[in-house]
């Protein structure tokens, strides 16, 4: 089945500066690659995701880079506010009959002022 | 708000003890999907339905089964439980069961076994 990796389990950085998330997953035929962003005790969310057929997919100050043939994806947000404060995951689907999806196992990002 | 609902918000209860968690998935939603996060950890998929259907199966223990009814709410069912059953458990729900469909998460049902 999929396996999702991701790094770095936490990131703190501050106020103003870009992160960078970076998740690798192990099943080619996965094609489509959420992010979600969960706040303290709250839901996940999904903030940005990427199907195979893009290369990379912006929003704001959120983007998301895939590359297929290296298997893997990256989340960048540039210019971290304080409420960007919050636990980030990846996940691979494959868009099989099941279509489930593996979660990478988070990264805390802290931004400090 | 996402749209989908869980009920109980908080449970407690004691080891060798039973629950029940229930779901509601956004209206059209035909899937279903079960998780949980225990402390400090990422989201474990459990098991998937689609439109009453049993589609996947993730880290579900043999303690614990779901079914989704015709109405499409979901219940899913904890038994023996043990200390590190304490979880946070969410369900998420999505139109159809492939495509690129967006999965909706409700607010969790926080789980403590004592």
């Known amino acids: 089945g999929e396996n999702v990796e991701q790094h770095p389990s936490t990131l703190s950085v501050q106020e103003g500066d870009s992160a960078v998330i970076k998740c690798t997953y192990s099943d080619s035929a996965s094609n489509y690659f959420p992010w979600y962003k969960q706040e303290l005790g709250k839901r996940p969310q999904l903030i940005i995701d990427i199907r195979s057929n893009v290369g990379e997919k912006k929003d704001q100050r959120i983007a998301v880079t895939l590359n297929k043939t290296a298997k893997h994806f990256s989340l960048h947000i540039t210019e971290t506010q304080p409420e960007d404060s919050a636990v980030y995951f990846c996940?691979?689907?494959?868009?099989?009959?099941?279509?489930?999806?593996?979660f990478g196992t988070g990264t805390r990002l802290q931004v400090t002022l | 708000d996402s749209g989908v609902t869980q009920t109980p918000k908080h449970l407690i209860t004691a080891t060798g003890q039973r629950v029940t968690l229930r779901c509601s998935p956004r209206?059209?939603?035909?899937?279903v999907y079960w998780y949980q996060q225990s402390l400090d950890q990422g989201l474990q998929f459990l098991i998937q339905?689609?439109?009453?259907?049993?589609?996947a199966k993730g880290n579900i223990l043999e303690r614990f089964s779901a079914q989704q009814f015709p109405d499409l709410h979901s219940e899913l069912n904890l038994s023996s439980l043990e200390l590190g059953d304490s979880a946070l458990y969410f369900c998420?729900?999505?139109?159809?069961?492939?495509?690129?469909?967006?999965?909706?998460f409700g607010p969790g049902t926080r789980l403590t076994v004592l």
């Open positions: 996940a691979a689907r494959n868009t099989g009959t099941a279509s489930k999806l593996t």
């Open positions: 339905y689609y439109n009453g259907e049993e589609r």
């Open positions: 998420a729900s999505s139109v159809v069961s492939a495509s690129y469909n967006e999965q909706f």
């Open positions: 209206s059209g939603d035909l899937s």
